[in-house]
């Protein structure tokens, strides 16, 4: 019997970002398809908006594109709306190259927390514009800063941890009890490496971006609630115990063989997620909305796809489910603000977030929205919801977040020591 989610429960939640998430498409198209310039521009007539995004990672998505367009072709038939695919993987680089030579585009779709705070001073305001919204959607602390609201939230993301229900049984392993402590899954990773031909976790980690998850997807069982608080609040000390033993369980985990080969050289999206859906791996650390969520591995595993909790490491902590807002537009040209209002208005339009929760997988900001689901792991997550805790790595700036990455990648290598890394994290964090 399917159990109908609804997400109103998440109303008051302290959301944030997400980084790392969304295809990449090499071609551009405007509304009516037709090839575009990759170079966008802001410098066309009135009547057209050029918008910079990574693509639409499958057909669910590119309805939902279709039906945001729709939504703004109702308030403005006469623009012309030309969206450019940029690859994710270059994206805020080309976008920070375009908009120093001035042909940046009149919007961007920007990652919530770090992405987009980061280039606020760049984008135009719209805190007034869309104060009407607030109510109705859940995640607004990804796109605001400075006491400035720059886009509006369309779904909520998070790192759920997702498991192979049959894997863990080949391993001798319950599994309908996943692991709740870290002695508990390290246990159950050496019982996966020695009993199956899969790898304990999925990883990709050519982008650097492993460590992140990994830092947000176990770090309510490793920090207080006070420690983790205060990371949030940008009050965080790389030289702290836990903040150590972070990188320490990182650089260990890959020591103890808990990841498939060449991991550094595996791309996250979606290479790693490809991993899990195929049954090479018993656990992912993945997303809940946008890819790499509980819909698309459930067309490939079936009931025997799993979702845990993060396990508790250490004493003194309370384990939430890391969620927080997730993706938005932002507004790069003031001669074109209120026509960006309105595109990001269509953005969330109801009937375009309701369509896309049900065909794509999505768990929207939008409130008021019900997402109809037989796929327990989806129901198990937004159970999670209300008490959910943002992203730390979100909270990271993003010359930190950068030099993360790289340590991650070293740390996975066994080319830098976590004494080092601590030293130059400290560093950064200055």
Avoid at 19 to 45: F, K, L, R, V
Avoid at 127 to 140: M, S
Avoid at 174 to 196: F, G, N, R, V, Y
Avoid at 395 to 423: K, P
């Amino acid at each position: 019997m399917k159990r109908t989610i609804i997400t109103t429960a998440v109303a008051g939640l302290a959301l944030v970002s997400l980084t790392g998430c969304g295809g990449a498409a090499p071609t551009t198209s405007n509304g009516s398809g037709s090839s575009e310039s990759p170079n966008g521009g802001s410098a066309g007539s009135a009547t057209e908006l050029t918008i910079w995004n990574w693509g639409d990672a499958d057909e669910a998505a590119a309805a939902y594109t279709d039906d945001v367009k729709a939504a703004f072709a109702e308030m403005h038939p006469d623009v012309t709306v030309k969206i450019v695919n940029q690859p994710f993987d270059q994206y805020y680089t080309l976008l920070g190259s375009a908009i120093e030579a001035g042909t940046g585009p009149d919007l961007a779709l920007y990652n919530g927390g770090t992405q987009i705070k980061s280039r606020a001073s760049s984008l135009v305001p719209i805190t007034d514009e869309i104060a009407d919204l607030k109510d109705q959607l859940a995640g607004w602390p990804a796109f605001e800063e400075g006491g400035e609201t720059y886009s509006a939230p369309t779904f909520l993301q998070g790192f759920p941890i997702y498991y192979n229900k049959a894997l863990f049984e080949e391993a001798g392993l319950d599994a309908d009890q996943p692991p709740q402590t870290w002695d508990e899954l390290s246990s159950a990773c050496q019982a996966i490496l020695d009993k199956t031909d899969a790898s304990c976790f999925a990883l990709g980690n050519k982008e650097g971006l492993g460590i992140e998850f990994f830092l947000s997807g176990f770090g309510s069982g490793i920090f207080t609630p006070e420690e983790y608080d205060a990371w949030i609040d940008g009050e965080r000390d790389w030289t702290s115990e836990h903040a150590t033993q972070v990188l320490q369980m990182w650089a260990d985990s890959s020591a103890d063989g808990w990841y498939n080969d060449g991991a550094n050289s595996t791309a996250m999206f979606n290479d790693s997620f490809d991993l899990f859906s195929a049954g090479d791996a018993a656990m992912v650390i993945g997303l809940m909305s946008g890819t790499a969520h509980w819909k698309q591995f459930d067309d490939f595993l079936g009931d025997d796809l799993g979702f845990m909790m993060p396990p508790t490491t250490n004493d003194g902590t309370t384990i939430a489910l890391p969620a927080e807002g997730g993706i938005g537009y932002g507004i790069l040209n003031e001669g074109k603000k209120d026509l960006g209002v309105d595109w990001i208005r269509a953005t969330v339009d109801h009937d375009a977030l309701a369509a896309y929760s049900l065909a794509g997988g999505q768990i929207t900001s939008d409130t008021t929205i019900t997402l109809d689901t037989d796929i327990a792991s989806a129901n198990e997550i937004v159970a999670e919801l209300p008490g959910s805790k943002p992203l730390l790595h979100t909270a990271l700036g993003a010359d930190e977040l950068d030099l993360l990455h790289r340590l991650g990648q070293q740390l996975l290598n066994g080319d830098v020591t976590v004494d080092d890394a601590t030293a130059q994290l400290a560093a950064a964090k200055g």
